[in-house]
């Protein structure tokens, strides 16, 4: 069994900053991809950031030059580093891994429970 253990979320006022960690725990062979998702009331989830395992990083267009993932694969943990925050940040996070539990190529995708994020104004 794979667990993601989300921490970090909270309220804040608009221009501060929050730090997202999700830990990945369990029978992992190797973790591909993590990252980070958010869905506000109303909306569709949407991506945020992602890093791959070799570093590539992917930020929503929206996020660029605000926030900062980054990765330690010994902890197979991911984090998010958010400043600037704004109200239209307000969302419950997810983290989403995919990883392989043994050396066969099946990839498996796990979510965590996701972490509210509020932003006031």
């Known amino acids: 069994q794979v667990q993601l253990v989300e921490s970090g979320g909270g309220l804040v006022q608009a221009g501060g900053s929050l730090r997202l960690s999700c830990a990945a725990s369990?029978?992992?062979?190797?973790?591909?991809?993590m990252g980070w998702y958010r869905q506000a009331p109303g909306k569709q989830r949407e991506l945020v950031a992602a890093i791959t395992s070799g570093g590539i990083i992917n930020y929503a267009n929206s996020v660029k030059g605000r926030f900062t993932i980054s990765r330690d694969n010994a902890k197979n943990t991911v984090y998010l580093q958010m400043n600037s925050l704004k109200p239209d940040d307000s969302a419950v996070y997810y983290c989403?891994?995919?990883?392989?539990?043994?050396?066969?190529?099946?990839?498996?995708?796990?979510w965590g429970q996701g972490t509210q994020v509020t932003v006031s104004s």
């Open positions: 369990g029978n992992i062979f190797s973790i591909n991809t």
């Open positions: 989403k891994t995919d990883m392989h539990r043994s050396s066969s190529s099946f990839v498996y995708t796990y």
